[in-house]
């Protein structure tokens, strides 16, 4: 390139870069949302530079996002992250700010689209690559309330914290980081049920925000100060923050959403107040503000409530109504509240039939257990009415013998009796320490299985009460906590009633023919995907011989792997291994899981199938799972007529052995 063309080109990269600085410039005069909106609509973007364009987005997404155009803002930031991703450009602050920023707009138009947490994670991941103490103290900010419904997410979300705050420290933040960090300050503290702490932080955002005159944030504090009154069953302080939010909408019309959910809320503490009438007019209300609002999760709930109030002042017609109508506004919506799916049922009779066919199952298992209790009574009573007949016959024969023999006969006689007696006493006893240990283990069961349901309806119940379905971003998780308890549950149930099935003989295999070979190879990515994301190595050894056929049910030998997988997952001490080992020898097919450490003593490898046992019960109850994996797994390999035990595994934990019969060897 000669000297020229090289001072042109470079003459043109600042005429192009002085551009884009006397943009900003006119677009910072600018006292309106609106009219920078209109200067940033009307550019000429091919006269900026890449990175330069990038920033336009960003420029564009926040004053779109601050005239709640939340669809829009979501695009542009969208456009500026595309930039940066087609043309391979190393990250910068800007890169870093479209993704918080696109995470936050993403958060406001579906609170139940997890992307933003993507997103947040990534900005933090490029905040550290390129280095900028502020820029790490705010991702970490953005980013730590989306750990918090993770497994130990709050310890991690309080070392960021505590990273953020040693910025702090080592480097001024502005005011903005700083807000960021009070904000999710206050949700991390709601997350762990220290509501007090939450609305104290929450109020000191608050008067920051203030000071700046962010009305976006300023908006977020209130309606979260509503949420932690609430939460602390302060119906008088969540009144005053409500009459605030009032007039707050009324001095920023530009805040379409705020009527929507003043009335939802108001809805809801008057709900607190026992005062349903007052509840059903503020939703009615809302009703009326949906088309000014982008918020699904609050049109939804909005609707859901008002049809479960509804329900409860018995207009069940209107409540049916008003399901249908936000199923029609919503057809793939999942229910935000749970009480939706039990009035839907409830309309539609479906209820009855799953309520008639559980009490059936129940009834089943009592018939069946009282079945066997009867049959033992009559074993029992065969056995005493045997052992009784034998003695008199044994009477009548030493009466005979008196008469012809000697007083030795009479002796052994009576030596005789006395053992029959003994024997008599000694089966009476053995079969009264047998129903007694039917009755101990019949009695721990139910006692467990309803300490296992006990325990997550308790937690159900007291989140419930406690957030009382809040729908803002910072109670996400909790949402989340229900859905996973009500999981528990239902896989618990499951449990019962597959092993129920197989005490009572009608556990369904369908067995099928098929090459293990090829089963093993298909399910090899899905199992390895499954253990990995929990932080273990996997591995499988097979020593099989080529185009081996089994008859055996596909489906549940490949549930046997998952629950012993899952079982590995759950006690394992991460990082560890889990090994996969498949052989065949002596015609049976031989195949174990084993992992690393902590393993378990040599009691714990005979009762470790046992229904509802525990290796360590602190330990076990942390990891959650109804303790029936292994019952259900001994199950499944005796229905195929095989057998199951537990050993000592080589890597330092447990190792579960299968031997399983096959035909022939092809």
């Given amino acids: 390139?000669?000297?020229?063309?090289?001072?042109?080109?470079?003459?043109?990269?600042?005429?192009?870069?002085?551009?884009?600085?006397?943009?900003?410039?006119?677009?910072?005069?600018?006292?309106?949302?609106?009219?920078k909106i209109s200067i940033l609509s009307n550019v000429n973007l091919e006269s900026f530079t890449s990175p330069q364009q990038a920033e336009y987005w960003l420029l564009l997404g926040n004053h779109l996002e601050k005239q709640h155009k939340m669809n829009e803002a979501k695009t542009a930031f969208s456009n500026g992250i595309a930039i940066y991703k087609n043309l391979q450009l190393s990250p910068s602050e800007t890169?870093?700010?479209?993704?918080?920023?696109?995470?936050?707009?993403?958060?406001?138009?579906?609170?139940?689209?997890?992307?933003?947490?993507?997103?947040?994670?990534?900005?933090?991941?490029?905040?550290r690559k390129i280095q900028k103490p502020n820029l790490i103290a705010k991702s970490i900010a953005y980013y730590a309330k989306c750990l918090q419904s993770e497994e130990h997410g709050m310890t991690k979300g309080l070392k960021l914290y505590d990273e953020a705050f040693t910025i702090a420290k080592q480097h001024p933040l502005p005011a903005d980081i700083k807000q960021v960090i009070y904000n999710q300050a206050a949700s991390l503290a709601f997350r762990s049920l220290m509501y007090e702490k939450a609305y104290e932080y929450n109020m000191l955002a608050y008067k920051s925000f203030t000071q700046t005159n962010d009305i976006k944030s300023i908006y977020n504090s209130i309606l979260n100060a509503i949420h932690y009154s609430t939460a602390l069953a302060n119906t008088e302080f969540a009144w005053q923050h409500l009459s605030e939010l009032d007039d707050f909408s009324n001095e920023h019309p530009k805040l379409k959403d705020a009527k929507l959910k003043?009335?939802?809320?108001?809805?809801?503490?008057?709900?607190?107040?026992?005062?349903?009438?007052?509840?059903?007019?503020?939703?009615?209300?809302?009703?009326?503000?949906?088309?000014?609002?982008?918020?699904v999760s609050y049109i939804q709930a909005t609707y859901e409530l008002l049809s479960i109030n509804y329900f409860k002042i018995g207009e069940f017609d209107k409540s049916y109504q008003t399901l249908l109508a936000v199923e029609k506004l919503y057809p793939?919506?999942?229910?935000?509240?749970?009480?939706?799916?039990?009035?839907?049922?409830?309309?539609?009779?479906?209820?009855?039939?799953?309520?008639?066919?559980?009490?059936?199952?129940?009834?089943?298992?009592?018939?069946?257990?009282n079945n066997f209790v009867k049959q033992s009574t009559i074993q029992s009573a065969q056995l005493f009415d045997d052992n009784l007949k034998q003695l008199d016959n044994i009477k009548l024969e030493q009466r005979l013998t008196i008469v012809i023999v000697s007083t030795i006969f009479i002796i052994l006689l009576l030596v005789g009796f006395s053992y029959l007696q003994m024997q008599r006493k000694k089966l009476a006893l053995k079969e009264t320490h047998l129903m007694d240990k039917l009755l101990t283990k019949k009695n721990q069961l139910l006692g467990d299985v309803s300490h296992e349901l006990t325990t997550p309806l308790t937690v159900l119940k007291l989140q419930v009460e406690l957030l009382k379905d809040d729908l803002e971003e910072d109670v996400q998780a909790s949402y989340q906590a229900l859905d996973n308890k009500i999981d528990d549950i239902q896989h618990l149930i499951a449990d019962i009633s597959?092993?129920?099935?197989?005490?009572?003989?009608?556990?369904?295999?369908?067995?099928?023919?098929?090459?293990?070979?090829?089963?093993?190879?298909?399910?090899?990515?899905?199992?390895?995907?499954?253990?990995?994301?929990?932080?273990?190595?996997?591995?499988?050894?097979?020593?099989?011989?080529?185009?081996?056929?089994?008859?055996?049910?596909?489906?549940?030998?490949?549930?046997?792997?998952?629950?012993?997988?899952?079982?590995?997952?759950?006690?394992?001490?991460?990082?560890?291994?889990?090994?996969?080992?498949?052989?065949?020898?002596?015609?049976k097919l031989k195949l174990s899981i084993e992992d690393s450490a902590p393993g378990v003593s040599d009691l714990d490898l005979i009762n470790i199938f046992e229904r509802l046992y525990r290796v360590e019960s602190s330990r076990s109850r942390a990891t959650g799972g109804s303790g029936l994996g292994l019952a259900i797994c001994k199950s499944l390999?005796?229905?195929?007529?095989?057998?199951?035990?537990?050993?000592?595994?080589?890597?330092?934990?447990?190792?579960?052995?299968?031997e399983l019969p096959i035909s022939s060897l092809n």
Avoid at 568 to 576: A, D, N
Avoid at 637 to 658: C, T
């Fill in 1 to 35: 390139m000669s000297v020229l063309a090289f001072a042109f080109t470079l003459l043109s990269f600042q005429i192009n870069a002085l551009s884009f600085i006397e943009l900003k410039k006119q677009v910072e005069l600018k006292q309106l949302n609106s009219e």
């Fill in 95 to 127: 890169l870093v700010n479209l993704y918080i920023m696109r995470a936050r707009v993403t958060s406001n138009i579906d609170h139940f689209n997890t992307s933003d947490c993507t997103d947040r994670e990534y900005a933090l991941h490029l905040a």
């Fill in 262 to 295: 003043f009335n939802y809320l108001s809805a809801k503490v008057a709900q607190l107040d026992n005062n349903l009438a007052l509840s059903i007019q503020y939703l009615e209300a809302g009703l009326t503000e949906i088309t000014n609002s982008q918020n």
């Fill in 332 to 369: 793939n919506k999942k229910p935000i509240k749970k009480e939706v799916l039990l009035i839907k049922g409830v309309m539609s009779s479906k209820p009855q039939d799953i309520v008639k066919s559980a009490l059936k199952l129940i009834d089943k298992e009592k018939h069946s257990k």
């Fill in 498 to 587: 597959q092993l129920a099935q197989s005490d009572v003989g009608e556990l369904q295999l369908n067995i099928a023919s098929f090459e293990l070979n090829q089963s093993l190879a298909l399910w090899e990515t899905e199992l390895t995907q499954f253990v990995n994301k929990n932080k273990l190595t996997f591995e499988i050894n097979k020593s099989l011989p080529d185009k081996l056929m089994v008859d055996f049910d596909p489906d549940r030998i490949k549930q046997i792997f998952t629950n012993l997988l899952t079982n590995s997952i759950k006690y394992t001490h991460k990082p560890g291994q889990v090994k996969l080992s498949a052989k065949v020898e002596n015609n």
């Fill in 637 to 658: 390999i005796e229905e195929h007529d095989g057998e199951i035990f537990a050993e000592h595994s080589e890597l330092g934990g447990l190792k579960i052995v299968m």
